[in-house]
C-alpha cells in the first residue's frame, strides 16, 4: 500500500468507528448474508451484536498498524486458521470484501470518495492475501 492510501484507509476508518459498532455491524452482516447467503450458518449461534464489537476491533487494530504490516502478521495468521476451523472458503474473502466496500459506502457517505475506495481496495485485498496464503499452511 501506498503512503496515501494508508492515510486515506486510516481517516475513514476514524470517522467509521464513531458509528456504533452494532451499527455497522448489522450493515456489514446483513450484505454480507444477501450476497453469501451460505455463510450465514457460520454465525447461526453468534450473537451478531458482540461479532460486530469483535469485527470493529479487529479493523481498528489492524488499520492502526497498517504502516507497520510485520507487526501484526502473527496476528493475521492466528485470524487465518480461526477461518479455516470455521470453514471459510477462498471464494468467500472476496463476498466479504465485496459486503465491506458497501458498509464502509453506506458509512461514509459523501466521504466515499474513489481515492478512498482504491485504498481500502488496496488494503482488503493486502490482508485477504495474506490470510488467504497463511490458510494454505493450516493442516486439513
Known amino acids: 500500500m501506498k503512503t496515501n492510501q494508508i492515510l486515506l484507509v486510516k481517516e475513514s476508518f476514524s470517522l467509521v468507528a464513531k458509528i456504533p459498532a452494532e451499527t455497522v455491524g448489522s450493515l456489514f452482516y446483513n450484505r454480507l448474508f444477501e450476497i453469501a447467503p451460505e455463510v450465514k450458518a457460520m454465525f447461526r449461534n453468534a450473537d451478531i451484536s458482540e461479532q460486530s464489537r469483535k469485527l470493529l ?29 470455521y470453514g471459510v472458503q ?8 465485496e459486503a465491506l466496500l ?8 459523501k466521504n466515499w470518495t474513489e481515492d ?11 490482508l485477504s492475501g495474506a490470510m488467504k496464503e497463511m490458510s494454505q499452511e493450516v493442516p486439513a
Request: aromatic share 10%; net charge negative; charged share 25%.
Open 57 to 85: 476491533s479487529m479493523l481498528s487494530y489492524v488499520i492502526g498498524r497498517l504502516d507497520k504490516l510485520d507487526t501484526i502478521l502473527e496476528d493475521v495468521a492466528r485470524l487465518s486458521q480461526r477461518h479455516v476451523k
Open 116 to 126: 478512498t475506495k482504491e485504498a481500502w481496495v488496496a488494503c482488503y485485498t493486502l
Open 102 to 109: 458497501w458498509t464502509l459506502e453506506q458509512g461514509l457517505g
Open 90 to 97: 477462498e471464494y468467500q474473502y472476496e463476498k466479504v470484501g
